[in-house]
């Protein structure tokens, strides 16, 4: 149990388009979805927390125009990386909460985004 | 500083070895502490979960916090090729739901 899927894992794209990565709960409901990028050996750092039916929450830095989460259902949470650059090549990995009021995140399994 | 140190190793151990990964925090407001494992290129994967000081056993696997120093550790008995992979810690403060990773250590198991 505690499945999140990640689609799609692994995305090449040119500079100046913009990319969807979709994040689902597949066996449970998750009303809180966080959105993570990693860099080559660094840890996970928090970009955004997503709620569903709600706008989303940025952390310090994190450009809420360039980085657009939407949260439409309590199985899926969507990040579009806008007009993306090469310095926005990263990993990208996303995380649910079963339930409402947990605390557990369960991750998936991760999208590799290539800038060129 | 940062609220989660850990040493990024990496860590090579043969197997059948005990492992000893540690993280140090600051934020005295951590109440609950996990372990993951990241396979390269993977999504992290729970491994162990703490609430406050003292000793949690699953399998091979044992966490220990000490609250009074700060201090959180994982133990791995009879480590295996397979253990090979990135552990994370991480610290969640009471009533909020926002984790605190460390860095990782990559730990390497030889045979």
């Known amino acids: 149990g505690a499945v999140v899927s990640q689609h799609p894992s692994w995305v090449i794209c040119k500079s100046g388009t913009s990319v969807k990565i979709e994040c689902r709960s597949l066996?449970?409901?998750?009303?809180?979805m966080f959105w993570y990028r990693q860099f080559p050996k660094q840890s996970l750092m928090l970009m955004a927390t997503?709620?569903?039916?709600?706008?989303?929450?940025?952390e310090q830095g994190v450009e809420k125009d360039k980085f657009l989460i939407n949260h439409a259902s309590l199985t899926l949470s969507t990040l579009t990386v806008t007009s993306a650059h090469p310095e926005d090549s990263s990993f990208y990995i996303c995380s649910a909460i079963p339930g409402q009021g947990g605390d557990t995140q369960y991750f998936g399994p991760g999208t590799r985004l290539t800038v060129l | 500083q940062k609220e989660v140190e850990q040493d990024p190793g990496p860590l090579s151990v043969p197997e059948g070895a005990i492992v000893s990964l540690n993280c140090t925090y600051s934020?005295?407001?951590?109440?609950?502490f996990m372990w993951y494992r990241q396979y390269s290129r993977k999504g992290p994967e729970l491994l162990m979960y703490?609430?406050?000081?003292g000793n949690k056993e699953d399998g091979r696997f044992t966490a220990q916090v000490d609250k009074s120093s700060k201090y959180i550790s994982l133990f791995i008995r009879d480590s295996q090729p397979s253990d090979s992979a990135t552990y994370l810690c991480a610290g969640l403060t009471g009533g909020g739901n926002k984790l605190t990773f460390g860095t990782g250590t990559q730990l390497k198991v030889e045979l």
């Open positions: 703490t609430y406050s000081s």
């Open positions: 997503s709620n569903e039916g709600s706008k989303a929450t940025y």
């Open positions: 066996d449970f409901q998750a009303t809180t």
């Open positions: 934020n005295s407001a951590f109440q609950y």
